[in-house]
């Protein structure tokens, strides 16, 4: 990392501009010249934010070759270099509420205007900036921005990208149009394009932003062809002998009209209040959108007021862009454990320095596997790039060697379990390891209580993840069959619980032992049997004691279940321990109605539906069942196996997938009708 910052002499003061200007030159050149970024976008500007604060307290120090007079890095000299006859600038950017508030003050006050201005909001983009120039309705140049006064030629790179017009639409085109986008990769493209990549033995892109602007410097344009890349129009450059319209978003719509695509998301606000509702609407659809976007743009709707507004140093007054929150950050690692999951994974964990990424701070990020962690190579004391994305869970991205502490040495599986002390083994070809204590583990037994107990299993109201730990932890509760022998007294003497709070939770044990067969099923947590298979099975022997009597050959006659998933079935009914807690089970009392035989929709047995976006009709779960009780499978992502993609509401990446693959995409009325059938 960077010195720490520098207060008192000015000599300090000094060194300290001299070290940021080198410091964020480098990281510059590697993300905009090399396509390579040493760090992620937060960290870039935090250090550019205290550069900027420093050259504003002590205005000698501020030079003509600073960063906070710049745009971006000069162009690769592989390229033609192409001067920009108007500039193409960066913008300020805005981190909160207040500083989105001061940017509407400060252009009512210059424009002396009491009343609302109307800004014409769209997404930030996180991709490549590119401007195109038209002769006559014609295209015949394209360059990046570069350092925003020279960039680089891509004309015939960007020829390749089917969103922009080679030939504009219209009967009367200007003599002279430059129009300035975003060049992108879409989502769905980028995880398809990676996965080639991969399958290729080549190296994969670590972010849609890089893949975008790796595939437009590409001196064959037909690699640049290859790739899926997007583009949206949000600006004009030059304009010569034509008369446009008065306003910025009416501007967009007629260069709509002449061919180009622009951002359907982009609309018209009032008042900084306004701006704001589209701020957290944006954010709440982000992790939906079939694009990366890192924040929302406002600009003046009126060209004439942003004609008197004006730039200041290297950014227009009237434009400011408003980021998300990271969803990269940078961190070191305290350490590494092994947390133990309900089958006996060991899962390596990162404990962190914690770190604000993603809208809230982080402290922990998983590394899923040994394969994983083996293959960044995270080490106690390193310097990680940490990635949260809307619910996901976070993760290390990557490691930073070059910031490695001298001695840090490879993490090495443990032989034995950290919680129990029972052998780890790993399995031949595999990427878990596992515990071998079964129940003797007491992470092994919370996990299955915390499975047998969830919303999907057998959905016991009231019983969370803390009572379960104060349950196993106490000895009370070994086995999932334990739960429907506790009484309300001794519930009531939990920590924070009390009569009626036990009384309350023993009601609700008891009403789970009427469920259903596929949900006791899963509820049992056999290794491989997911909801799907859990309810081809409750189809197939359609009651428990058929099923438990099976063997590996039968089993294999439920649809989906392979050779490994019979063994995994067959060994969990015929493992001593785990008969006599079904058997404990069905004694208790748990009971339920005879499976529905699968109704007569031939067409949806074995069809493989992927669910996106929201439904007004029904909730996702009741959608769900709906399509395994007419004998199809339900899938959390889109492949070339998928038989049909049911497209809510704000259906995002799964969809532009699906319509990538060819796969069928139904929509609500024609979901419901196919049920129906």
């Not at 009209?257 to 609407?281: H, M, N, P, T």
């Not at 106490?474 to 709070?501: C, I, N, Q």
């Not at 139904?666 to 129906?676: T, V």
Request: proline share 5%.
């Amino acid at each position: 990392m960077c010195a720490q910052k520098a207060s008192g002499s000015p000599d300090k003061t000094a060194a300290r501009v001299a070290e940021l200007k080198e410091t964020l030159d480098r990281y510059n050149y590697r993300y905009h010249a090399l396509d390579d970024p040493e760090v992620p976008d937060a960290e870039y500007d935090k250090l550019l934010r205290e550069l900027r604060g420093l050259e504003t307290q002590h205005p000698e120090l501020l030079t003509a070759d600073s960063l906070t007079q710049r745009v971006g890095a000069a162009p690769v000299a592989a390229f033609g270099a192409v001067k920009h006859r108007l500039a193409m600038l960066s913008l300020d950017n805005a981190f909160s509420d207040e500083d989105v508030r001061d940017f509407d003050r400060r252009i009512r006050e210059r424009l002396a205007i009491e009343g609302p201005i109307r800004y014409s909001a769209e997404p930030k983009l996180d991709g490549l900036a590119i401007n195109a120039r038209y002769e006559h309705g014609v295209f015949v140049q394209g360059a990046t921005r570069g350092d925003g006064e020279t960039g680089e030629d891509i004309t015939q790179n960007l020829k390749t990208i089917k969103a922009l017009p080679l030939k504009l639409r219209t009967g009367k085109p200007p003599p002279v149009l430059e129009v300035r986008g975003e060049v992108f990769m879409p989502l769905a493209g980028f995880e398809r394009f990676n996965e080639q990549a991969i399958a290729r033995g080549e190296k994969s892109f670590v972010n849609p932003r890089n893949a975008a602007a790796g595939s437009l410097r590409q001196l064959d344009p037909r690699m640049t062809a290859a790739r899926p890349l997007d583009l949206f129009i949000y600006a004009l450059g030059i304009v010569e002998g034509a008369e446009l319209p008065a306003e910025h978003s009416a501007t967009l719509q007629a260069l709509r009209q002449w061919g180009f695509k622009i951002c359907q998301q982009s609309r018209v606000v009032e008042s900084a209040d306004g701006c704001l509702d589209y701020y957290r609407e944006m954010g709440a659809l982000r992790s939906s959108l079939p694009y990366q976007i890192d924040g929302v743009v406002y600009k003046v709707d009126d060209l004439e007021l942003q004609r008197q507004l004006g730039f200041v140093s290297r950014a227009p007054r009237w434009a400011v862009a408003h980021k998300f929150p990271a969803e990269e950050a940078l961190t070191t690692v305290r350490g590494i454990e092994f947390q133990v999951g309900r089958t006996g994974a060991l899962t390596p964990v990162a404990r962190l320095e914690p770190v604000f990424v993603g809208g809230v701070t982080v402290s922990n990020a998983t590394l899923h596997n040994m394969d994983e962690l083996t293959r960044k190579d995270v080490r106690v004391g390193d310097t990680v790039v940490i990635r949260r994305a809307g619910d996901v869970i976070p993760e290390v991205a990557r490691v930073l060697p070059e910031r490695r502490v001298a001695g840090a040495s490879p993490v090495v599986l443990p032989s034995v379990c950290p919680v129990c002390g029972s052998p780890v083994v790993r399995e031949a070809e595999q990427a878990v390891a596992r515990c071998t204590g079964g129940r003797i583990c007491a992470a092994q037994r919370k996990e299955e209580i915390k499975h047998f107990a969830s919303r999907r299993a057998l959905d016991i109201q009231g019983l969370g993840d803390k009572l379960i730990e104060q349950l196993v932890d106490k000895e009370w509760v070994r086995t999932p069959a334990d739960l429907f022998t506790l009484e309300s007294e001794r519930l009531s003497t939990l920590d924070r619980m009390g009569e009626k709070s036990g009384q309350k939770l023993q009601a609700a044990i008891a009403a789970a032992k009427h469920t259903t067969l596929s949900r006791f099923l899963y509820a049992l947590g056999i290794r491989d049997v997911g909801e799907a298979t859990a309810h081809l099975l409750a189809q197939h022997f359609r009651a428990i004691e058929p099923l438990r009597l099976a063997d590996e050959d039968e089993m294999q006659r439920v649809p989906d279940v392979g050779p490994v998933v019979a063994k995994n079935i067959v060994a969990y009914f015929r493992d001593p321990e785990n008969a006599g807690i079904v058997d404990r089970l069905l004694a208790d009392g748990i009971d339920w109605p005879a499976p529905a035989p699968p109704e007569a929709a031939a067409e949806l047995a074995g069809k493989t539906f992927v669910l996106t976006g929201t439904l007004q009709t029904m909730t996702r779960e009741a959608a769900e069942e709906a399509v395994l009780k007419l004998g199809g499978k339900v899938s959390g992502s889109v492949s070339k196996k998928t038989h049909y993609v049911v497209a809510g509401t704000e259906a995002g990446s799964k969809l532009k997938k699906a319509q990538d693959l060819g796969v069928t995409v139904l929509d609500e009325p024609a979901f419901l009708k196919l049920l129906k059938k």
